[in-house]
């Protein structure tokens, strides 16, 4: 499961006191910073509202951009030259790890390989976690694992989640909750087996569990659970719990006194967004903001040779053509004489149309040496296959040049420029062939 090149660190070369959400003492001394590769989520929560592109809010779920693995990398390289007091790396969300594993992994195999001292933590929901991942994040030294548990009474938890989806189908209400408890009290205990710190998050919601998270404490630090962090509800817009009230000081503080007979207690979490960056409640500066935004758009992979890009047009200077219309596609590259300009230099064919999978994983053989494909819309399924073939899917319309200009110089695609394809919403699997689904 580990791959070979990951040397994980010996124990004593990660100094886990650093950790400013585990140590209070580490918080005006240490950062952590939180890389955003986790887009899905495979529950929804009724205080979760998670917010792409936003630069403004500062709460959990809310990122301005999302990496790939490999530009999460790039982008914690150049924190890294820039400042010495990021001691922790965490993935929290903005959607869930464990909706997101490949990705999960493949960051912090990378960030362990590359930074072999830093310590590694992350947060879930428990539902998508396995056995394999948890043995293997312990391989990787990943010291501590957050699950969010917000009830252990299937009545009680079954209010929180607005459904749960496992194994291909969607639990609601209390059968959401039972699946969850049985999820979370399984994942507490994989991550103690394999001696991982574990804390859990409870999110304290008025009226529906603050008289319950007693009971949460003592069940998980029978378990063995370490730390426990009640998190105040922080009512969201657009979410079933927008108009509850925010528990005030007196909830909080029974909250932690009554949680604190059975386990230690955090008091002191910030309530982060996904990308935060930083000493706790540090704001987002203009220039790391800018920072992310141009590490999002290198190529998905930016340590592997692509040196071209693919594109759907009919004549050779727009964007005109759905990837599954495109009968083949123009390979552009830039020109060696003048970094400015770009060359079509080939044209190849598509996949014969039909054959559904195949033909997108055949595309991404075809594409191999290309960063990116540029199209007017593309379906979720090529989208997935050509993601994981590492070439970024662009959804666009208007000049060629200004697709490439934001593939080869980092420059922002025009807003008027960018389309982005939505499914009819009929729960098919939608191959994004122009053609409708019937
Ligand atoms: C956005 S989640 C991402 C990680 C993972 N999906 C999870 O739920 O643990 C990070 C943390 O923020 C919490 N959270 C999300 N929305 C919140 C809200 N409106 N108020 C308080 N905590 C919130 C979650 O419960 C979770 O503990
Ligand atoms: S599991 Fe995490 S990301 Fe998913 S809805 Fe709940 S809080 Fe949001
Ligand atoms: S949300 Fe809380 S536990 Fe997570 S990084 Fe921020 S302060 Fe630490």
New binding site residues.
């Given amino acids: 499961m580990t791959p070979e090149n990951v040397t994980p660190p010996k124990p004593n070369e990660i100094n886990l006191d650093n950790h400013?959400?585990f140590n209070r003492e580490a918080c005006s001394s240490h950062g952590?910073i939180?890389l955003p590769v986790a887009p899905k989520c495979n529950i929804q929560c009724n205080y979760c509202n998670r917010d792409f592109d936003c630069v403004n809010e500062s709460r959990?779920g809310v990122t301005s951009t999302i990496l790939s693995p490999g530009q999460a990398l790039v982008y914690l390289e150049k924190i890294m030259e820039k400042r010495d007091d990021i001691a922790?790396v965490?993935i929290?969300g903005p959607g869930d790890p464990f909706a997101n594993p490949n990705e999960t992994m493949e960051t912090f195999r990378l960030v362990r390989e590359r930074f072999p001292s830093m310590i590694l933590c992350l947060?879930t929901n428990g539902l998508g976690l396995t056995e394999e991942y948890v043995k293997e994040l312990a391989e990787l030294q990943v010291s501590h694992v957050?699950i969010t548990m917000n009830g252990v009474d299937p009545k009680i938890a079954g209010q929180v989640y607005a459904w749960a989806r496992h194994d291909k189908r969607i639990f609601r209400h209390e059968k959401a909750g039972a699946l969850m408890i049985e999820k979370q009290l399984q994942a507490v205990s994989w991550i103690k087996k394999y001696g991982m710190i574990a804390?859990v998050?409870s999110i304290i919601v008025p009226g529906v569990n603050d008289e319950h998270l007693e009971e949460i404490a003592k069940t998980v630090s029978s378990m063995g659970a370490d730390i426990m962090?009640c998190?105040p509800l922080l009512p969201t817009k657009d979410t079933v719990f927008e108009n509850y009230p925010e528990p005030d000081a007196k909830m909080r503080f029974a909250a932690r006194i009554k949680c604190g007979e059975y386990m230690n207690q955090?008091t002191?979490?910030?309530?982060?967004r996904a990308d935060?960056i930083g000493k706790?409640s540090e704001p987002m500066a203009d220039d790391v903001h800018e920072l992310i935004q141009s590490c999002s758009r290198l190529p998905i992979n930016p340590k592997q040779d692509r040196p071209y890009v693919a594109v759907a047009t009919r004549e050779g200077m727009l964007v005109n053509q759905h990837l599954g219309e495109a009968r083949n596609f123009t390979i552009f590259k830039v020109d060696p004489e003048d970094e400015e300009e770009f060359i079509a230099f080939e044209k190849r064919d598509a996949p014969p149309l039909g054959g559904r999978d195949d033909r997108w994983a055949d595309l991404a053989v075809t594409l191999k040496d290309c960063r990116a494909v540029l199209v007017n819309a593309a379906g979720m399924a090529p989208k997935e296959a050509l993601k994981a073939a590492g070439i970024q899917v662009i959804e666009m319309a208007g000049m060629i040049d200004a697709g490439l200009s934001h593939l080869f110089h980092g420059e922002e695609l025009p807003p008027s420029l960018k389309r982005e394809f939505k499914s009819c919403g009929k729960g098919v699997t939608c191959g994004g062939d122009g053609t409708g689904c019937g």
């Fill in positions: 400013p959400c952590r939180h959990p922790v965490g929290a947060s957050t804390k998050n962090n998190i955090m002191h979490c910030a309530r982060c935060a706790l």
